[in-house]
């Protein structure tokens, strides 16, 4: 069985943060998403793994290397434009030949293993599998039909969603999934869906499976679900402790975990967490209070009176606050933003 991870999206949504690295290298809990989604097909004994991505994405093959770090092989494959996953499918398929393989997005956490979806592939002799997971909003994902036990539907974005399962972006598919591709048509947004695709399967009778995870899971798309994925990805390594380069210096700090400093860190003055990864080469110097931030590498903060929370501080970024006086000045690049407790100004 092959593995296959798709990372050439733009990630609009990440900027400003995606306009320097892919989203899929930006890191949760100190490692990128990337990195987890090639110990996931790792830890089921997949080898042989694709990565997809854009041209433009260059950070990306040598951080990966050849795969050997992960005792993998790694196989690069270019999606020029982002057409959809399917699209992304069909791309590979001279890599993945007529060989089963589990596609994996790569700007997706998945905290169960995937375990599940390939015992539940073997035992149910099924032309495929996909998993779900119960979700609050289905309107807002590839909503599955389950009927009797049985899969008998996907629909992408429903505007009136048949159940609350969603298919969250951890799939395993067998060869007839490019015939299916190849009959596909552009949906409404101008890709083609892998949704469209396996119920394309579905309708021409093959058996595709399904099995639910309880577990946490995020795509890293938004400002939020990133910093949402670290603090669970935090939570699952460290509890409630914290842990610090061997290279960084904290001098005078109170640390609540959990929390991850990097190497060639120094930290000053400073009550930090929870729930903050700190990437190398940060300095931090006489805040009140840091929590539930991301810390970039070589990013700088200093003499921030308030309390910093919800935060994400890009590579080699600074910050600069002055505690005895109530105006700052920011420069932040494009689509950052950064929310001030608001303060009432004593009257003249």
Known sequence: M?????????????HPFSYSQPKTLLPVANHPVLHSCIRKLREVGVHDIGIVIHPSQVQIPPLVGDGSQFGAT??????????????????????????PFILLLGDNLLMDSLHGLTSTFVHAQSDGAVMV?????PQDYGIAEVKDGRLIGVEEKPKQPKSNLAVIGA????????????????????????TDAIQSMIDRGYHIAHVTTNGKYTDVGTIERWLEANRWMLERE???TYHVGATSTLENCTIVGPVLIGEGCHIKDCTI??????????????CAHIENSIFLE?????????????????????????????IGVFILSDKSSMRLPAVKREEL
């Open 273 to 286: 967490g929870p729930y903050v990864s700190i990437q190398d080469g940060v300095r931090l110097e006489n």
């Open 2 to 14: 092959k593995g296959l991870i798709l990372c050439a999206g733009r990630g609009t949504r990440l």
């Open 133 to 137: 997971s119960e979700v609050e909003r």
């Open 238 to 240: 460290l509890g409630e």
């Open 171 to 194: 799939y395993l598919f067998t060869k007839p999934i490019f015939e299916s591709i190849a009959s596909l048509q552009p949906s409404a947004r101008g890709e083609y869906e892998i």
């Open 74 to 99: 790694i196989t690069f494959i270019e999606q020029k434009v982002p057409l959809g996953i399917a699209h992304a499918v069909k791309l590979a398929q001279p890599f993945l030949l007529d060989e």
């Open 298 to 326: 070589n990013s700088t903060i200093q003499d921030v009176a308030w309390k910093v929370t919800d935060s994400v501080f890009g590579r080699s970024s600074q910050l600069t606050g002055q505690s005895a006086d109530s």
